[in-house]
């Protein structure tokens, strides 16, 4: 559990910054539920916060968190039964907050790339179902409080969420990291220009002004759609783009060549199989690879010298794998990832491993790395799931973002 005392939490306390507040100052207990409609699933984060005076941002005092899969957009053509999956997480809500706070907690559901690719009429009825749902409850419901996020938020907010957790949102002497977001449907950059030279190279599509704790920051962010790693799979099949083939069996040099399945996902059947094994491997599946990545990211120079935090499926493959601990995450290179794509791509036609797309996701991920976003092979990545105790994800952010709105807005 987290130490509400513990140094690395909290902003008024010795070691960030001097302290202003006493001893003597009575917290505050606040509360703010943020919901993650991911591709691949349906989380709830639920933050207790402390005011300890109004001079200073709240202080996160503890995270419960809980999911369901699968996402919303699962649920396409049930959204009746989609909003349900989100009822079982609210009433955890209920379970932990005191009654007492209720009303002054807001509730606010974000949706990322899974309900982007929906067409907008299937997707508003996925979020009017939750938006009732919210309506009913004996929680605050903000002014949009169901909504599709758009990806540049989706990256700022991770971003500050990494910094904050890592204490560079307020220390005197800032050392931002950069962070990675590898989500199902799509994926993110974001870190902090140093260089004149990056923010006049940058579109300024990718350069956004954006403020928190009385501090303004001009973020570099990009967000790619259908750059997600389930998305990227259907793009390495060629099933992504077009009329989605339900009849088709859609192959790749990256599966097993015995490999015959079904995979289900944005609520279409897709059959997809391996090749010949004369076909099959590492080789032949980068360059599969390549032909959906190449020339289609942008390459920041200044991120080949910075540090970056990569989460969501950049940790998940590295434990699948063993590359990294399941628990406290570790710190590799892009290499890394290639040497291990290329073993367990050059065993898929021996080993049965029960999980088909390893060689093709970590083939993906070393290509996105390298010719996507031109990372070197000798780049450092802190590979992290939660950083103490708090979950990597845009959601933190998106609370400080909500509670600073609410503050601000006019009655
Ligand atoms: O709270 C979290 N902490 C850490 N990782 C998370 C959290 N929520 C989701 N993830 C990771 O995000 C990935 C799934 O992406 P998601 O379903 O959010 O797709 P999307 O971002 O493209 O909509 C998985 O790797 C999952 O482990
Ligand atoms: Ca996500």
Redesign the pocket.
């Known amino acids: 559990e987290v130490d509400v005392f513990s140094p690395q939490y909290g902003i008024g306390n010795e070691e960030l910054l001097p302290s202003r507040s006493t001893s003597l100052n009575i917290s505050n207990i606040f509360y703010g539920i943020m919901f ?1 409609a ?4 349906t ?1 709830i ?1 639920i933050y207790t916060f402390m005011q300890k005076s109004s001079a200073e941002p709240p202080h996160l005092d503890n995270e419960i ?1 809980e ?1 369901v899969k699968p ?1 919303l957009s699962a649920y396409v053509d049930q959204p009746e039964q989609g909003a349900e999956t989100v009822r079982g997480l609210l009433d955890m809500a209920k379970q932990t907050i005191p009654s007492t706070h209720w009303s002054s907690t807001p509730v606010v559901l974000k949706a ?3 309900l982007r690719l929906l067409p907008e009429q299937k997707a508003q009825a996925l979020l009017s179902e939750v938006q009732e749902l919210f309506e009913e409850s004996p929680f605050l419901v903000p002014d949009e409080c169901v909504s599709i996020m758009n990806g540049t938020y ?1 990256g700022i907010l991770a971003w500050v969420t990494i910094n904050f957790l890592t204490g560079q949102l307020y220390d005197q002497n800032q050392r931002t990291v950069g962070i990675l ?7 993110q950059i974001t870190f902090l220009p140093q260089a004149e030279s990056t923010l006049k190279a940058a579109s300024e599509k990718y350069i956004s002004p954006f403020e928190m704790f009385n501090r303004s920051y001009k973020l570099y962010t990009h967000s790619y759609l259908g750059f ?2 389930k ?1 990227a799979r259907l793009a390495i099949l060629g099933a992504l783009g077009g009329k989605a083939d339900e009849s088709r069996m859609y192959r790749s040099s990256c599966l097993p060549p015995s490999l015959k399945a079904e995979w289900k996902f944005g609520g279409i059947n897709y059959k997809y199989g391996g090749m010949a094994e004369e076909v099959t491997g590492f080789q032949s599946c980068y360059a599969e690879v390549l032909k959906v990545i190449r020339e289609k990211l942008d390459q920041p120079a200044e991120i080949r010298s910075r540090t970056f935090y990569a ?3 950049y ?2 493959r590295a434990v699948d794998t063993g590359m990294i601990d399941g628990d406290q995450g570790g710190i590799i290179l892009v290499k890394d990832f290639e040497m291990k794509a290329n073993k367990v791509c050059e065993a898929l036609t021996e080993t049965n491993t029960g999980s088909p797309f390893l060689c093709m996701d970590l083939t993906y991920i070393t290509a996105l790395l390298k010719e996507g976003f031109g990372f070197y092979d000798h780049t450092e990545l802190q590979l992290k ?2 950083v103490n105790n708090i ?3 845009w ?1 933190l952010g998106a609370a400080f973002h909500l509670i600073q709105s609410l503050r601000t807005a006019p009655e």
């Open positions: 993650d991911g591709s691949t699933g989380r984060h968190f999911s996402g990322t790339a899974g989706e977001d590898l989500g199902g449907a799509s994926t997600g790693l998305a989460f969501s499926y940790y998940d799931k939660k979950e990597t994800s959601t």
